[in-house]
Antibody
């Protein structure tokens, strides 16, 4: 079975840093583009970042550009999100998500359970 | 950025009802439109991809339609497990964007 398991969340002060990890299993991780999506408490879903199979193509939401860095290690079947200069508005559950690319449309088919990041003094 | 607007934001219905949720994109996204269901404290679950394709394992009472800018998600006969929040999403171009959500309540 496909599994995505996030870790690394927690409480951090404004201006601080945190690194999220996502361990993937049950599929050929290296052939899938991966994403991070977040959800602030009581709010909707916000796409954060996308990284292609070989890390050549990386995209970020404007809200995190310059502060967050997405990376992957295909040998370790792992996805990462380095978050720097954290702000209160970055408080959210962060989901690791696989995207399936198809002719009629791409879609997020597998989601991790999420990791809560709280930015507060 | 492509804006996704769902309506209604909330909806009250009963078991057995037929309900429709709409999603409008600010520009054409052809069929790059997906629907997700989310229960409290859980990760979203893919229901419909490419506007009208039913994800494997999803009950056939869920259906999607539309192309271009206007899309609908229909639940033909509500079941207790269907009371949740629903999101549309476009993957036509970056940044990928979601609708604000529709909370379906009993």
């Amino acid at each position: 079975d496909v599994q995505l398991v996030e870790s690394g969340g927690g409480l951090v002060k404004p201006g601080g840093s945190l690194r999220l990890s996502c361990a993937a299993s049950g599929f050929a991780f290296s052939v899938y583009t991966m994403n991070w999506v977040r959800q602030a408490p009581g709010k909707g879903l916000e796409w954060v970042a996308s990284i292609s199979t070989s890390s050549i193509s990386i995209k970020y939401a404007d809200s995190v550009k310059g502060r967050f860095t997405v990376s992957r290690d295909n040998a370790k079947n792992s996805l990462y999100l380095q978050m720097n200069s954290l702000r209160a508005e970055d408080t959210a559950v962060y989901f690791c998500v696989r995207i399936y690319t198809s002719a009629p449309g791409d879609y997020f088919d597998y989601w991790g359970q999420g990791s809560l990041v709280t930015v507060s003094s | 950025d492509i804006q996704m607007t769902q309506s209604p934001s909330s909806l009250s219905a009963s078991v057995g009802d037929r309900v429709t949720i709409t999603c409008r994109a600010s520009q054409s996204i052809t069929t790059y439109l997906n629907w997700y269901q989310q229960n409290p404290g859980k990760a979203p679950k893919l229901l419909i991809y490419a506007a009208s394709s039913l994800q494997s394992g999803v009950p056939s009472r869920f259906s999607g339609s539309g192309s271009g800018t206007d899309f609908t998600l229909t639940i033909s006969s509500l079941q207790p497990a269907d009371f949740a929040t629903y999101y549309c999403q476009q993957t036509y171009s970056f940044p990928y964007t979601f609708g604000q959500g529709t909370k379906l309540e009993i």
